[in-house]
Nanobody
Framework: QVHLVESGGGSVQSGGSLRLSCVSS????????LAWFRQAPGKEREGVAA???????TYADSVKGRFTIPLDNADTTLYLQMNSLKPEDTAMYYC???????????????????????WGQGTQVTVSS
């Protein structure tokens, strides 16, 4: 069983940076495809960034050039480095591990079902203008 816990959210001004962490207990993360999703009030959950077991990464167009998704060397912590934040980045951010190991592009487009994935509880990011 994999237990994911996110942290690092907070309130920042436009143009600021935050680094979110997703710590795994129970299993190393490198066996899965991993992703960050976000959901703003009244909006659907959207994929932000994803990485597969080979290290291939992909990003939503809205965050390309601003966000990166590194995995630590111990393969137990997934990060989301967010730079040049904008008010439209305000949302609850979730990390997820896709047990099926689907490609990052597929994971971003289609969040994995609950019975084939592990999810954290979320961390709030608020960006003010």
């Amino acid at each position: 069983q994999v237990h994911l816990v996110e942290s690092g959210g907070g309130s920042v001004q436009s143009g600021g940076s935050l680094r979110l962490s997703c710590v795994s207990s129970g299993h190393t993360l490198s066996d899965y495809s991993l992703a960050w999703f976000r959901q703003a009030p009244g909006k659907e959950r959207e994929g932000v960034a994803a990485i597969d077991s080979s290290g291939y990464k992909t990003y939503a167009d809205s965050v390309k050039g601003r966000f990166t998704i590194p995995l630590d060397n111990a393969d137990t912590t997934l990060y989301l480095q967010m730079n040049s934040l904008k008010p439209e980045d305000t949302a609850m951010y979730y990390c997820a591990a896709d047990v099926a190991g689907r490609s990052p592009r597929v994971v971003l487009a289609t969040p994995p079902p609950l019975d084939r994935s592990y999810w954290g509880q979320g961390t709030q990011v608020t960006v003010s203008s």
